[in-house]
Every structure is written in C-alpha cells, then in structure tokens.
C-alpha cells in the first residue's frame, strides 16, 4: 500500500492522507455499530400480551383525559370527538373514546339519545376487551404452530403459557381446549346483556359500581355492592374491568362451556361468530331461561345490534379517556383477579 500512495502523493500528502482514513474508517465503524444496535432492538420481542381480566391499568397510556359533569356534558364530548353511532355502521369503526363511568342523570336523557349514549359508552370498551384477548388468541396459536413444528419455545413463552393453562384450569398441552377459552365474545351479545342487565346503564348497581351485567359477588375478592334483598353483586373500578370480568366469567365458567362449543364449530367451520347465533349458549345466565334469551334476541333485532359484530376501533384516531367528576372522589377500590 506505501507503494501505491508514494507513486502518486509526495511523502508529505501521504502524511495528512492517513488521520483522515483513520477517522474515516471510525465513522464508518460507529454507523455499522448503531445500524446493528438498531437492528436488534427493531427485532427484540414487545411483551407477551396479557388477559384483559389482568390488567389492572388499560388506560395508562392515554394522555387525552376529560371530566364531564353529567350526561349533557358528556353527549358534549362525544360530539367533540364526531362519535356517532351512524358513522360507526356506516365505515364500521369506532372511535376509541373510552368512558370510565357512567353519568348519574343518564335516566334524566329523551329516550333515543339515552340509549345512543349508552351504546357508545359501552362499545369502545368491548372491542378493547376483545382486542386484548386476540392479540393473546394470536400469541397461543402462534405457540401452537410452533410446537406442531417441533420448534422450541422460549422460557418465556414456555412460562407464559403455562400460566395461560393455568388460568383456564386446563391439561398443559390442550391447545384445543385453551384456544376455547381464549376467545373473544360477539359485541352484540354483550351489549344487548349489558342493556338487559343494567337497564340501559341506569340501574344502581351500574352507576354506583359499573355492574352491567348481574354478576353476584364470588369468594372474599373483589369490592361489592348489596341488593335490598341482601345479593351481592360484583362491582368494578371501570366500564372496561366489567366487561373484562364478564368476558371472562362465559370463556372460563363451567355454565359456559355449551357456548364455547358453539363457538369453537362456528370457527372450524369458518362461519360468522355473532351475537344472535351465540344466544343460545346464555341459558344458564338467568333463571328465566328460555325467555331471557328471546328477550336478549329481541334487543339484538329492535337495535340492529347485530351491526355491531363486525366494528373494530379506529386507528387513526388520538384515544381519548372520560369519566364522570365522581370518578375522582370514588377511586378504585376494588381488588383485580390474582392467577390461580
């Protein structure tokens, strides 16, 4: 190389040459550096996803917050964020304006904007809910690929597995039971039960705990509120915990299992999951049986629920947090599901 540069550059021009192609060469090398340390962390694994029913902040992220005072206040802020309910049936998305609570005057509302304030307060929460338990759906299939591959599993998505069996109360290794359970729930079921159950949102128990759905208080956990005929009913700190714990209750609950055979063929059969077909699978949910699950039919049909089955969140949208001026003083003070 001295050879090369000396027929072409004085001794002297080689001398100032060669700093240069030093510092050169370390530009070069510090790039090539950060290029591989950029790759690697592009390529690092986010979190393995948790269960709605587990997590215990799913707003934390949210930076957009506002308070409203009653329901005209809050059919304000809807407004302001252009949440309508027929843009949602026409495009199918959902803005994801996510309410805490429920405001305590919603009974005070004309009959049609009560019940179109409630649907969009109860909506966006259960199709985070669903979310959530799809991207951990993904995850389980993603394993069960893998291990039909004879590809091992991490440790931690050997552990995260196992904790998912766990959860279930199922064999570890029963893909096909797990995948039963982990499923999501037809957005028009839950919103006609959550209709049924809370009166439109404007029972006490939904305004004082956020129990839309009737579940009774099981065990020592949980906080609770009392009916006058001495029922405990499960409350919770949000919309969004009483829709995971609901969820929850018919993918795990042995009273269940008829839906999640139902469920489990529609999808083999790769057939629509939506609210009318899974009806059936509620007999058990009250003592009227039969004529509870017409009468859950019927509010699917009357409100063109069914409509719902298919809306997903908007992505293109800043998430946007409300919740009543209550909410403040109240506080979560109920205790989250620990894994069994």
């Not at 509620?282 to 017409?294: F, T």
Request: hydrophobic residues 35%; glycine residues 6%; aromatic residues 8%.
């Amino acid at each position: 190389m001295n050879c090369f540069f000396q027929r072409w550059l004085p001794a002297s021009g080689i001398s100032r040459l060669v700093p240069r192609i030093t510092l050169a060469a370390t530009v070069i090398l510090t790039l090539l550096i950060c290029n591989v340390a950029a790759f690697a962390e592009s390529t690092e694994q986010p979190p393995l996803p948790e269960l709605p029913i587990y997590l215990t902040e799913p707003f934390s992220n949210i930076t957009d917050r506002q308070t409203y005072s009653d329901a005209t206040q809050l059919q304000k802020l809807l407004a302001k964020y252009d949440y309508k309910l027929t843009s949602v049936q026409q495009t199918g998305k959902v803005p994801p304006v996510f309410s805490i609570d429920v405001p305590l005057n919603l009974e005070s509302l004309p009959t049609q904007q009560k019940t179109n304030t409630f649907i969009r307060l109860l909506l966006p929460n259960v199709l985070k809910v669903n979310d959530a338990i799809e991207n951990t759906r993904a995850e389980i299939l993603r394993m069960q690929t893998k291990s039909a591959n004879n590809e091992p599993l991490s440790a931690e998505e050997s552990d995260w597995l196992a904790a998912q069996y766990k959860i279930g109360g199922i064999a570890d290794g029963n893909f096909t039971e797990l995948l039963a359970q982990v499923d999501s729930i037809p957005v028009a079921m839950v919103l006609a039960q959550g209709i049924e159950e809370s009166g439109w949102g404007t029972s006490y128990f939904a305004i004082q705990g956020n129990a839309f759905f009737g579940q009774h208080r099981s065990g020592e956990e949980g906080k609770y509120l009392t009916s006058k005929s001495g029922v405990k009913v499960a409350a919770f700190r949000s919309i969004y915990h009483s829709v995971a714990s609901y969820v929850h209750n018919l993918n795990t609950n042995a009273a269940y299992a008829g839906l999640r055979e139902m469920r489990a063929e529609l999808r083999q059969d790769e057939k629509p999951v939506t609210g009318s077909k899974m009806l059936e699978g509620l007999i058990d949910y009250s003592s009227s049986g039969e004529s509870y699950v017409k009468n859950l039919q019927s509010i699917i049909n009357y409100h063109k629920l069914d409509a719902y089955d298919a809306a997903r969140l908007s992505s293109s949208q800043q998430q946007v947090l409300l919740s009543s001026s209550r909410s403040a003083t109240k506080g979560p003070n109920e205790q989250m599901p620990t894994r069994r």
